[in-house]
């Protein structure tokens, strides 16, 4: 079946630090690709997306790119700022037969220390 | 445009009752969505609802669990005879279609 997995965590940087949070996937046909934030005691926001091979979803400095090949969506960003503590989710919605319920990665627990 | 609106924010339901779980979705929206997230788990999806349709109820448990989207009003999921196991945290999200979901901020459930 289609499936997630992401890297485990805690992920703990110093700020400025380059971030790298690995997520591989299992799906049939063509899934898009999200990235979710969770802050504290919040719901999920998306934080960027890809819908082919190939794409790169970008936002507030976090880049993916859809990697048919190695079936992967690797988020990273450059230089972490402590804001960016959060829980981090990868997720994909279906491709064929697509209801567009997301299937979820266990999330990667990010910690920026100042 | 107010977001995705969830209440209570936290619940408290001691085992046998019944927990009723609220969500409006944004204006606009038809498509709503239930999913559940275990302690230190991500989310897994439950029901897919358009209004007054269950859509895709894979992910809802066999006994217990029901969820409706009326013509008019919230959505609601509703946990009869809730068990410890039930304690989670609860999330809706809406879209207008299948894609381009907006998250609420959830609702935290505790059994005792």
């Known amino acids: 079946g289609n499936s997630v997995t992401q890297m485990e965590g805690p992920v703990t940087l110093s700020e400025e630090a380059f971030l790298t949070i690995n997520c591989t996937y299992t799906a049939t046909g063509y899934p898009s690709l999200f990235w979710y934030v969770q802050y504290p005691g919040e719901g999920l926001q998306l934080l960027l997306k890809?819908?082919?091979?190939?794409d790169k979803g970008s936002n507030k400095g976090f880049e993916a790119t859809y990697r048919k090949e190695t079936t992967s969506f690797h988020l990273e960003k450059g230089s972490v700022q402590v804001s960016d503590s959060a829980v981090y989710f990868c997720?994909?919605?279906?491709?064929?037969?697509?209801?567009?319920?997301?299937?979820f990665g266990q999330g990667t627990t990010l910690q920026v220390k100042p | 445009n107010a977001g995705v609106m969830q209440n209570p924010r936290h619940l408290v339901r001691r085992r046998g009752q019944e927990a009723r779980l609220r969500c409006s979705p944004m204006k606009g929206h038809s498509h709503v969505y239930w999913y559940r997230q275990l302690p230190e788990e991500g989310l897994k999806f439950m029901v897919y609802l358009q209004k007054e349709n269950i859509i895709d109820e894979s992910g809802m448990p066999k006994e217990r669990f029901s969820a409706e989207f009326p013509k008019e009003g919230p959505s609601i999921l509703r946990i009869q005879q809730v068990v410890r196991g039930d304690s989670a945290a609860y999330f809706c999200?809406?879209?207008?279609?299948?894609?381009?979901?907006?998250f609420g901020s959830g609702t935290r459930l505790t059994v005792v």
């Open positions: 999200a809406s879209s207008v279609g299948q894609d381009g979901y907006t």
């Open positions: 890809a819908t082919k091979a190939d």
């Open positions: 997720a994909l919605t279906h491709g064929s037969g697509n209801t567009g319920k997301l299937i």
